[in-house]
């Protein structure tokens, strides 16, 4: 799919779409702070290796929201 359109929030499986996407969105930011807590203390950037398990953190939430949104592609419209 090249796009996608609006989602149809009236949909009876919306909920368990939002639920899923949350639950995901709440896996990056729990991953990315154990990841970048030792820099807040620090007050030292982070280095190019967590820099980069970061950046393939954001590549894999990608693939899970592109696979999400393809799992519940009935609720968006064209």
């Known amino acids: 799919m090249s ?3 609006r989602v149809n929030q009236k949909h009876p499986d919306y909920p368990k779409y939002v639920d899923e996407y949350k639950k ?4 990056l930011i729990r991953k ?6 030792p820099f807040f203390y620090t007050k030292t950037p982070p280095s ?3 820099s980069k398990q ?7 939430y990608g693939k899970d929201i592109r696979a999400l949104q393809d ?3 009935y609720l968006f419209e064209k």
């Open 3 to 5: 796009g996608r359109g």
């Open 32 to 37: 990315e702070d154990e990841l970048l807590d």
């Open 71 to 73: 799992r519940y592609s």
């Open 48 to 50: 190019n290796i967590v």
């Open 24 to 27: 995901l969105q709440n896996e």
């Open 54 to 60: 970061i950046g393939m953190l954001h590549k894999q």
